[in-house]
């Protein structure tokens, strides 16, 4: 069975500091590791995948399968990025059902 | 930027009564989804959908939901008789094909949230 692990609902980190949210993951197979966001009062959205390996409005994530571990980071925190940030897993390959975590809550502080 | 439609937005229902919930996916993709998130809890996988057929489903999706692409724009989930705990918002997503067999990322809807009473 897929399950995706956010330890912490809720991650509170003042603006300019570094942000860590935290995913890990069980599969068995070869899975996909994607970060998704949701703003206040809008749609869930792909905010960045492991296999593109490039970084989204400052964050990155790297997939470490021998922690199989996926954690968001990003050095400097902005009010901006205050939102609900959802780690998800899918099959590599073909039509596939999403997986998601729990949720974490990023609230930056002024 | 095309997106995904979902109506209505939020549904109110008696137990025991039908819902349809009704999404337009984006135009040229092939593949449809619906999850839902019940509050405070996390977005649980329903039914995948490719081709006018189910490819996938939880165990969620028991007998009492349904998935119809009545019209080759429409994405419809059916609950004939809801439940309390069908409480939930609802959202559809919709992915288009990448090389290799892979689909893109899932593009989703603002969520048709359902109170059941």
């Known amino acids: 069975a897929q399950r995706v692990t956010q330890p912490e609902k809720l991650l509170s980190v003042f603006k300019g500091a570094p942000v860590e949210l935290k995913c890990n993951y069980s599969?068995?197979?070869?899975?996909?590791l994607f970060w998704y966001v949701q703003y206040s009062r809008q749609r869930l959205q792909l905010l960045l995948r492991?296999?593109s390996r490039e970084s989204i409005k400052g964050f990155t994530a790297d997939l470490n399968k021998g922690e199989t571990s996926f954690h968001l980071k990003k050095p400097f925190a902005q009010e901006e990025d205050s939102a609900m940030y959802y780690c998800a897993l899918s099959h590599s390959g073909g039509y596939q059902k999403v997986t998601f975590g729990i949720g974490t809550k990023l609230q930056v502080i002024p | 930027e095309p997106e995904v439609t979902q109506t209505p937005s939020h549904q109110v229902t008696q137990m025991g009564q039908e819902v349809i919930l009704r999404c337009v996916p984006i135009s040229n993709h092939l593949y449809f989804y619906w999850y839902r998130q019940i509050l405070g809890q996390k977005v649980e996988f329903l039914v995948s959908?490719?081709?006018?057929?189910?490819?996938?489903k939880s165990e969620i999706f028991d007998d009492q939901f349904s998935v119809e692409r009545p019209d080759g724009s429409n994405f419809t989930l059916k609950i004939r008789s809801t439940k309390l705990e069908d409480s939930a918002m609802y959202f559809c997503?919709?992915?288009?094909?990448?090389?290799?067999?892979?689909?893109?990322?899932?593009?989703f809807g603002e969520g048709s949230r359902l109170t059941v009473l």
């Open positions: 492991h296999i």
């Open positions: 599969y068995s197979g070869s899975p996909e």
């Open positions: 959908f490719y081709n006018n057929e189910i490819s996938e």
């Open positions: 997503a919709s992915s288009g094909p990448l090389a290799g067999g892979r689909t893109g990322e899932l593009f």
